[in-house]
């Protein structure tokens, strides 16, 4: 019998209805509310703290509470990330673990590279975590798709990818930025290009994307982004900060600085914190004077200062790692600590990976070193608190830190 | 021998016993070209499934659902090479992004995918059928869309089987073994649609491509070529690929069909 022309335009209303649907559904809530414990995505917030307010880790010392190394291909340098039980690690693949027993959920091997950052879908019944890597974004379910009996891989882990055809730097591929996730938007910077880009959690297509410099030829370099109150904020080589609108991707300011060599900036309430080789400023976030200044004798290049409780902890890189007035810029303590570092605080300690060997912890108030701790793998990720644990990246291995008895 | 005409062929057209030789693939086209004149009809299912197809080309822009660019489109070059009748979408979804979608997505989504199948499907049916002249039934029909549903829901849900080849010799060697096979199968569809059975039609294409297995290659290749060739066009290439590689192959299926049925009419008769 030959279908109806009745019948056809049925099926044809019924998808029709169905996406109309989705388009109406589509309006849903684009963020919820995060647990306690939960680190979202590198440096912790969308301003880039480093600082969780309610999470608490080991204070006088620290033994592995678990140890997770039956992965094979995983090889990771960045820190993880932890959503409820479940910790995330990236090397080269996304590995997902129970946070509690270390227990693999499910491993997922692809390109990878960047610390994930966990987004909202108002589409998907489970979070999407954004990935980053020297080609672009991946967009990842956190839930891990469905496993395929017999083969151990998983069906549906990627969403989406935002590939970029980019000339890279001038040494080489671009190095893999993390994403921010602010107000149901993913902020990063375009790999090997001047441009950031703002794209929809739901299917990484783009919102917006601002190029920054016009006459940068291997791209502008970007650090980190931090995003607050509306505006995305960032640094780029050899000494640029702008702020961008976070719903157009306008800027509402740029300026050049007096040093080079700038690192990932913080927003606070009492200003941007930017940090570079030598110097630590405060600008004001509305137009980017400089609200306070800070020379220190440093060296630093790698590293990514924290705040917490109205203090800045940024490392020189050579000898010390400084505590400022996030108020004043003045120095309210200074500790033996030689290296490269981001440090992390929760509930009293700064918690300072040194050149990705050897964890430290010191007294946020004091200065006052609490404990080291060297794992026997390198490199040591910067470390994520949850309840009582800190959990890094070391290598070949993904581990939990508890408090020593 | 019996000299036997194609019915509602031209006159020109020869006899069964030159079938080998006359089945070029220009005289295929010509053909083709010869049925539309005379019935232009045979172009409307397609046409209608080419604006359908650009439709949810329009719709995977816009709805929340992540997107894929069409295989093929994505390549400096590329040859969309399909066993039955039906033309490239500029846009595609990955059966991946489906997985844990909320009901209203998930329910809209797949609709839109599986009734771009099942119209191309139906369109195809509908297509060789009245080229054919044979009668149209509903066990044609279902073994038809069964067919289809087979080589193209199937590697879809399971991932789309495209090799990336670094050598040029080996990719050749790899482009030759895959169209030998599509080749033989070529004509598959055409059979379905004359409502044989899913072996019968599989021993009869095997069959009836031997003698016009270059024809059949040219054809293969060219309708792979044009349907990624006009799925370039912006906006539109969707619908042209559809409204017209579509209906150009389910024709020249049927040509060959028809020509294959007269020659195993005669060769019984004789």
Redesign the interface.
């Given at each position: 019998m030959v279908p109806s022309r009745r019948r056809f335009l049925e099926l044809t209303g019924l998808a029709v209805t169905g996406t109309l649907a989705s388009s109406v559904v589509a309006g849903g809530p684009k963020s919820a509310s995060t647990p306690a414990y939960d680190w979202p995505m590198d440096r912790y917030d969308p301003e880039g703290t480093g600082f969780n307010p309610t999470a608490s880790g080991p204070k006088d010392g620290v033994k592995v509470a678990w140890s997770h190394d039956s992965t094979d291909w995983f090889r990771g340098t960045e820190s993880p990330i932890l959503l409820g039980d479940t910790l995330y690690a990236v090397g080269e693949g996304l590995l997902a673990l129970d946070a509690e027993t270390g227990a693999k959920k499910f491993g997922h091997p692809g390109p990878y590279q960047s610390p994930p950052a966990r987004s909202h879908s108002s589409v998907y019944n489970t979070d999407t975590l954004a990935v980053g890597s020297s080609a672009g974004v991946f967009g990842l379910n956190a839930d891990g798709g469905v496993g395929l009996p017999l083969t151990g891989a998983q069906f549906g882990v990627e969403r989406w990818n935002q590939r970029y055809e980019t000339g890279g730097l001038f040494f080489g591929p671009a190095e893999p930025v993390a994403p921010v996730v602010a107000d149901g938007e993913i902020y990063t910077p375009v790999p090997g290009e001047s441009d950031i880009t703002a794209l929809d959690p739901n299917d990484g297509e783009t919102r917006w994307r601002t190029t920054i410099t016009e006459d940068d030829t291997f791209g502008a370099d970007f650090n980190r982004p931090a995003v607050k109150d509306g505006l995305v904020y960032v640094t780029y080589w050899p000494n640029g900060v702008a702020a961008l609108h976070t719903e157009s991707g306008e800027k509402h300011w740029q300026r050049n600085v007096d040093e080079q060599l700038l690192l990932p900036p913080i927003a606070t309430e009492a200003g941007l914190v930017v940090p570079s080789r030598e110097v630590v400023w405060l600008l004001d976030p509305n137009d980017g004077t400089t609200l306070w200044k800070r020379t220190l004798d440093a060296n630093a290049t790698e590293s990514t200062p924290a705040v917490a409780d109205g203090k800045v902890f940024v490392t020189d890189e050579l000898e010390s790692l400084h505590a400022l007035d996030l108020e004043t810029g003045e120095t309210l303590w200074t500790a033996p600590f030689g290296g490269a570092t981001a440090p992390v605080v929760a509930d009293g300690v700064v918690y300072a990976v040194k050149e990705g060997y050897s964890l430290f912890a010191f007294d946020a108030e004091t200065g006052a070193k609490r404990f080291e701790f060297q794992p026997p793998q390198v490199p040591l990720s910067a470390p994520v608190v949850g309840d009582g644990v800190l959990y890094a990246v070391n290598r070949e291995r993904v581990i939990a830190l508890e408090e020593a008895k | 021998m019996t000299s036997k005409r194609e019915h509602g062929a031209a006159d020109t057209e020869p006899t069964a016993s030159e079938s080998r030789r006359w089945l070029s693939t220009p005289v295929i086209l010509d053909a083709v070209k010869r049925h539309v004149s005379r019935d232009p009809g045979l172009v409307v299912p397609f046409m209608v499934v080419g604006l359908?197809v650009a439709f949810a080309d329009w719709?995977r822009m816009?709805?929340?659902?992540?997107?894929?660019a069409s295989d093929g489109l994505s390549q400096t070059f590329s040859i969309q090479y399909s066993v039955f009748p039906m033309g490239t979408a500029r846009t595609a979804r990955r059966a991946?992004?489906?997985?844990?979608?909320?009901l209203?997505?998930l329910?809209?989504?797949l609709?839109?995918e599986l009734?771009a199948v099942?119209?191309a499907g139906?369109a195809g049916w509908?297509t060789i059928t009245r080229a054919l002249g044979v009668e149209?039934?509903?066990s044609s029909?279902a073994r038809y869309l069964g067919g289809m549903s087979t080589v193209t829901i199937l590697p879809w849900m399971l991932g789309s089987p495209s090799i990336d080849v670094g050598s040029l010799v080996l990719g050749a060697l790899l482009f030759l073994t895959f169209t030998l096979v599509l080749v033989r199968v070529f004509l598959v569809p055409g059979f379905l649609a004359a409502d044989e059975g899913f072996k019968v039609a599989l021993w009869k294409s095997v069959r009836a491509s031997s003698g016009i297995r270059m024809t059949l290659f040219w054809l293969l290749s060219l309708f792979g070529l044009a349907s990624w060739g006009l799925a370039q066009i912006p906006i539109a290439g969707g619908l042209l690929s559809t409204a017209v590689v579509g209906p150009v192959h389910a024709i020249s299926l049927a040509v060959v069909v028809r020509q294959t049925r007269i020659e195993n009419a005669t060769e019984r008769d004789g």
């Amino acid at each position: 019998m030959v279908p109806s022309r009745r019948r056809f335009l049925e099926l044809t209303g019924l998808a029709v209805t169905g996406t109309l649907a989705s388009s109406v559904v589509a309006g849903g809530p684009k963020s919820a509310s995060t647990p306690a414990y939960d680190w979202p995505m590198d440096r912790y917030d969308p301003e880039g703290t480093g600082f969780n307010p309610t999470a608490s880790g080991p204070k006088d010392g620290v033994k592995v509470a678990w140890s997770h190394d039956s992965t094979d291909w995983f090889r990771g340098t960045e820190s993880p990330i932890l959503l409820g039980d479940t910790l995330y690690a990236v090397g080269e693949g996304l590995l997902a673990l129970d946070a509690e027993t270390g227990a693999k959920k499910f491993g997922h091997p692809g390109p990878y590279q960047s610390p994930p950052a966990r987004s909202h879908s108002s589409v998907y019944n489970t979070d999407t975590l954004a990935v980053g890597s020297s080609a672009g974004v991946f967009g990842l379910n956190a839930d891990g798709g469905v496993g395929l009996p017999l083969t151990g891989a998983q069906f549906g882990v990627e969403r989406w990818n935002q590939r970029y055809e980019t000339g890279g730097l001038f040494f080489g591929p671009a190095e893999p930025v993390a994403p921010v996730v602010a107000d149901g938007e993913i902020y990063t910077p375009v790999p090997g290009e001047s441009d950031i880009t703002a794209l929809d959690p739901n299917d990484g297509e783009t919102r917006w994307r601002t190029t920054i410099t016009e006459d940068d030829t291997f791209g502008a370099d970007f650090n980190r982004p931090a995003v607050k109150d509306g505006l995305v904020y960032v640094t780029y080589w050899p000494n640029g900060v702008a702020a961008l609108h976070t719903e157009s991707g306008e800027k509402h300011w740029q300026r050049n600085v007096d040093e080079q060599l700038l690192l990932p900036p913080i927003a606070t309430e009492a200003g941007l914190v930017v940090p570079s080789r030598e110097v630590v400023w405060l600008l004001d976030p509305n137009d980017g004077t400089t609200l306070w200044k800070r020379t220190l004798d440093a060296n630093a290049t790698e590293s990514t200062p924290a705040v917490a409780d109205g203090k800045v902890f940024v490392t020189d890189e050579l000898e010390s790692l400084h505590a400022l007035d996030l108020e004043t810029g003045e120095t309210l303590w200074t500790a033996p600590f030689g290296g490269a570092t981001a440090p992390v605080v929760a509930d009293g300690v700064v918690y300072a990976v040194k050149e990705g060997y050897s964890l430290f912890a010191f007294d946020a108030e004091t200065g006052a070193k609490r404990f080291e701790f060297q794992p026997p793998q390198v490199p040591l990720s910067a470390p994520v608190v949850g309840d009582g644990v800190l959990y890094a990246v070391n290598r070949e291995r993904v581990i939990a830190l508890e408090e020593a008895k | 021998m019996t000299s036997k005409r194609e019915h509602g062929a031209a006159d020109t057209e020869p006899t069964a016993s030159e079938s080998r030789r006359w089945l070029s693939t220009p005289v295929i086209l010509d053909a083709v070209k010869r049925h539309v004149s005379r019935d232009p009809g045979l172009v409307v299912p397609f046409m209608v499934v080419g604006l359908f197809v650009a439709f949810a080309d329009w719709v995977r822009m816009r709805d929340p659902i992540p997107l894929s660019a069409s295989d093929g489109l994505s390549q400096t070059f590329s040859i969309q090479y399909s066993v039955f009748p039906m033309g490239t979408a500029r846009t595609a979804r990955r059966a991946a992004v489906f997985v844990d979608l909320r009901l209203p997505y998930l329910v809209g989504g797949l609709t839109l995918e599986l009734l771009a199948v099942l119209a191309a499907g139906v369109a195809g049916w509908l297509t060789i059928t009245r080229a054919l002249g044979v009668e149209r039934c509903r066990s044609s029909l279902a073994r038809y869309l069964g067919g289809m549903s087979t080589v193209t829901i199937l590697p879809w849900m399971l991932g789309s089987p495209s090799i990336d080849v670094g050598s040029l010799v080996l990719g050749a060697l790899l482009f030759l073994t895959f169209t030998l096979v599509l080749v033989r199968v070529f004509l598959v569809p055409g059979f379905l649609a004359a409502d044989e059975g899913f072996k019968v039609a599989l021993w009869k294409s095997v069959r009836a491509s031997s003698g016009i297995r270059m024809t059949l290659f040219w054809l293969l290749s060219l309708f792979g070529l044009a349907s990624w060739g006009l799925a370039q066009i912006p906006i539109a290439g969707g619908l042209l690929s559809t409204a017209v590689v579509g209906p150009v192959h389910a024709i020249s299926l049927a040509v060959v069909v028809r020509q294959t049925r007269i020659e195993n009419a005669t060769e019984r008769d004789g």
